[in-house]
C-alpha cells in the first residue's frame, strides 16, 4: 500500500510532468486502469455530471465512474491549461496514446507507461511499487472514505463479481480499528 511520505514523493517528483502526475492523479481518485485513463477522450469526460464514461474496458464492458471533488478540480484544470495540445491530438486528453485502437499498439503504450512510471516510482524512491498497485490503493480509499457498499464500489472499479474485488482490498488495520468502540 502507498503511504502518504511515499505519495507526497512521487507528486513532487511529479511536478515537472503535468500529463504523467495527472494519469498518476487520476487513477488514485478513481480506480481507473492505466489504459481507461490514457485512451481518455475529453468527450468522455463530464465535469457538469461528475463523471467519465469509460467504452474502452478491460472485462469489454462500457461503465461511468463518478469523479471525486480532487478529480474533478485536476480534469477541469488539466483539460483548461492543455486546450491546444488536446485538440491538436484529436480529443485525446493524454499524449502517450496515438488514438490507434489495435490491440498490439494498446499493449506496446502500456508497456511503454507502465517503465515510465517504474521509473518515476524509482526516481521518488519507492521501491516496488507499480502502477497496477495505484488501483488497489484506490480500490481501498474507496472503502476507507466512503460507506459504499461492495456492489456499488465494484460498479466504480468495474469489478464484476464481489471475490475479484476483494482481492483489490487490503485495508489497513489502523484504518479498520477508527470504526471500532
Known amino acids: 500500500m502507498l503511504d502518504a511520505e511515499e505519495e507526497t514523493r512521487i507528486l513532487s517528483f511529479l511536478d515537472t510532468m503535468p500529463d504523467e502526475k495527472t494519469v498518476f492523479i487520476l487513477a488514485l481518485e478513481s480506480a481507473m486502469r492505466m489504459r481507461e485513463c490514457y485512451t481518455l477522450n475529453v468527450d468522455q469526460v463530464s465535469l457538469k455530471k461528475k463523471t467519465t464514461h469509460l467504452d474502452r474496458t478491460k472485462n469489454g464492458d462500457s461503465r461511468q465512474v463518478p ?50 512510471f517504474r521509473n518515476i516510482f524509482r526516481g521518488a524512491k519507492v521501491i516496488d511499487l507499480h502502477f497496477h498497485d495505484i488501483r488497489h490503493e484506490a480500490t481501498c480509499r474507496l472503502y476507507e472514505k466512503t460507506k459504499l457498499s461492495d456492489v456499488l464500489i465494484a460498479k466504480i472499479t468495474g469489478h464484476r463479481n ?3 474485488l476483494q482481492r483489490y482490498t487490503s485495508l489497513r488495520g489502523s484504518d479498520l480499528a477508527v470504526h471500532l468502540w
Not at 70 to 87: G, T, W
Open 67 to 116: 469523479l471525486s471533488s480532487v478529480a474533478i478540480k485536476l480534469l477541469s484544470d488539466y483539460i483548461n491549461n492543455q486546450k491546444e495540445q488536446i485538440s491538436v491530438r484529436q480529443g485525446r486528453l493524454f499524449p502517450f496514446w496515438n488514438g490507434c485502437t489495435d490491440e498490439h499498439a494498446l499493449d506496446i503504450t502500456t508497456s511503454e507507461l507502465s517503465r515510465t
Open 162 to 164: 464481489l471475490r475479484m
